[in-house]
């Protein structure tokens, strides 16, 4: 394959500079979130039977009102 080799100016360099880095962060966030949400699914479980999760609410949030 030819090699190609041309001249930009320094501003022009640097912005590429910028922009490469900011892509490698983009590309990095995006894999860290599908890592977690393969995580997420691993470790999430379904809900006993007879649950109900707006009893468990009420009783925490009466327990820490003051009476």
Request: glycine share 2%; no cysteine.
């Amino acid at each position: 394959m030819p090699v190609i080799t041309i001249r930009v100016g320094r501003e022009l360099k640097e912005r590429m500079r910028r922009l490469s880095h900011k892509r490698r962060i983009e590309e990095e966030e995006e894999r860290n979130l599908a890592e977690a949400v393969l995580i997420n699914e691993r470790l999430r479980r379904k809900a006993l039977d007879g649950w109900n999760i707006v009893e468990v609410i009420r009783r925490w949030r009466s327990l820490r009102t003051p009476r």
